[in-house]
């Protein structure tokens, strides 16, 4: 499945050259409730998510794309407010996992789902959010963090088999140009999509230049 990750132009240009994507660790992600999605009116069992979220994140991380690249929202949250880059990929759906949005917290059935697997993190659990963050339409790679390159305490995973660039969009206010894409991505990445893109006229998306959408 085509999915597409916002970058600022410095990490998206350092992603091409390099031919990696960095790793999320759950425990330095922008919202504070990943992992902790469990209602937790049970105070014993509080100190117990908080080493589960801390000993996930010593082993395992995420990459984490949206399925469209056209929210002003999300160019402005994290494409650096419309000069950024959207950096497109293909991932096997095999690979990734979408993002359940909720406006309660699970219950505390999950609980002994954890007891059952010996504390191991359920699927649930990494891939339940907030409503709130439903504008971003997740999908999310997992990935354990022995099979990542590390580098200054950061994780990368290498562009593969699983991860392979097909597109890059330029933002509506960067000042790249698909020539200077074109020179930047390595030929171990052929037939990459490069595309201009700009605010629509008629609606609230931001679309290819030469586009006929509204």
């Avoid at 597109?167 to 790249?176: A, D, S």
Wanted: glycine share 4%; charged share 30%.
């Amino acid at each position: 499945m085509r999915v597409y990750q916002f970058l600022e132009k410095h990490w998206a240009i350092e992603s091409m050259i390099y031919r990696r994507l960095k790793v999320s660790l759950f425990n330095e992600m922008n919202d504070p409730f990943e992992l902790l999605g469990v209602s937790l009116k049970n105070k014993r069992y509080r100190a117990d998510f908080y080493q589960i979220k801390k000993e996930v994140s010593e082993e395992m991380g995420a990459i984490c794309f949206s399925k469209n690249w056209s929210s002003p929202v999300l160019w402005s949250h994290y494409g650096e407010r419309h000069k950024g880059v959207v950096l497109g990929f293909d991932v096997p759906a095999a690979h990734t996992h979408e993002i359940s949005y909720t406006g309660s917290r699970l219950e505390e059935e999950l609980i002994d789902e954890f007891d059952k697997n010996n504390s191991d993190p359920s699927l649930k659990l990494l891939t339940t959010k907030y409503e709130h963050w439903v504008y971003e339409d997740e999908v999310r790679m997992l990935i354990k963090l022995e099979h990542t390159n590390s580098e200054g305490g950061i994780h990368f995973l290498p562009y593969c088999e699983a991860l392979k660039l097909k597109e890059v969009v330029i933002g509506p206010r960067c000042n790249l140009t698909k020539e200077h894409i074109s020179r930047i991505i390595s030929t171990k990445d052929p037939k990459v999509k490069i595309t201009k893109s700009r605010l629509a006229f008629q609606s609230f998306k931001v679309i290819p230049i030469g586009s006929h959408v509204k």
